[in-house]
């Protein structure tokens, strides 16, 4: 059965602070690996990686995949109360060639952000 | 706005009633998909339809649990007779897929479910 585990599940820090989150996954026939953020309403997406190795970066946030070890991370630096919220990641399958579409979502860490 | 919108966004309803939820997706996206949240919890999938044709669905999806894409556009997720276990967030999300490229999701603001 498909897996992803997120830790820390929970994590609170002080503005400007750095973290890292953690995504350890078990997904037969594994595409890609999706990241995002999800603030008391529906989630909104982050990252999609694919490659193995290959930094994403988006202003503060940058990730990571490692298909070897089968874990990705996303770090925030110099964080902010804004960025307080529930951060998902998800496997994504492959089928015939083409992404499948169907995520497989872990649990979730719940980041606060303190002033 | 062009992003995914469902409707309703509450609803509370009975033991035992009906109820049906609407997704409407980003206009040119031909994947559509339900998921269930519960509080505490990633979102599970529940199905997911390419275009009209709904080809997966979740053992999540009990009898009770419809879904259906008429026209190839928007969505309904029906429950009938429901049951207290089924209080979630049932979120939509739509995407455009193209061989050979990865697509990302993009989720519409849920329909909280509370069954009294």
């Known amino acids: 059965e498909d897996k992803v585990v997120q830790s820390p599940l929970s994590l609170v820090v002080h503005e400007g602070d750095t973290v890292t989150l953690n995504c350890s996954y078990e997904?037969?026939?594994?595409?890609?690996l999706l990241w995002y953020k999800q603030e008391k309403k529906a989630p909104t997406f982050l990252f999609m990686l694919?490659?193995?190795?290959i930094e994403k970066k988006s202003g503060r946030l940058s990730s990571i995949l490692d298909k070897k070890e089968l874990f990705s991370i996303l770090n925030i630096t110099a964080t902010q109360t804004g960025d307080s919220a529930v951060y998902l990641c998800?496997?994504?399958?492959?089928?015939?060639?083409?992404?499948?579409?169907?995520?497989?979502f872990g649990q979730g860490t719940i980041l606060t952000v303190h002033p | 706005d062009t992003g995914v919108s469902q409707d309703p966004r509450h609803k509370i309803t009975k033991r035992g009633q009906n109820v049906t939820f609407r997704c409407d997706p980003i206009s040119e996206h031909n994947r559509l998909y339900w998921y269930r949240q519960t509080l505490g919890q990633g979102p599970e999938f529940l199905t997911y339809?390419?275009?009209?044709?709904?080809?997966?669905k979740s053992r999540l999806l009990s009898d009770r649990f419809s879904a259906e894409r008429p026209k190839g556009s928007f969505s309904t997720l029906e429950i009938q007779r429901t049951e207290q276990g089924d209080s979630a967030m049932y979120l939509c999300a739509s995407s455009l897929a193209r061989r050979e490229l990865d697509n990302e999701q993009f989720f519409g603001p849920g329909t909280r479910l509370t069954v009294l």
């Open positions: 339809f390419q275009n009209e044709a709904q080809l997966e």
């Open positions: 694919t490659s193995s190795g």
């Open positions: 998800a496997g994504l399958l492959n089928a015939g060639g083409t992404s499948y579409g169907k995520l497989t």
């Open positions: 997904v037969t026939n594994f595409r890609s």
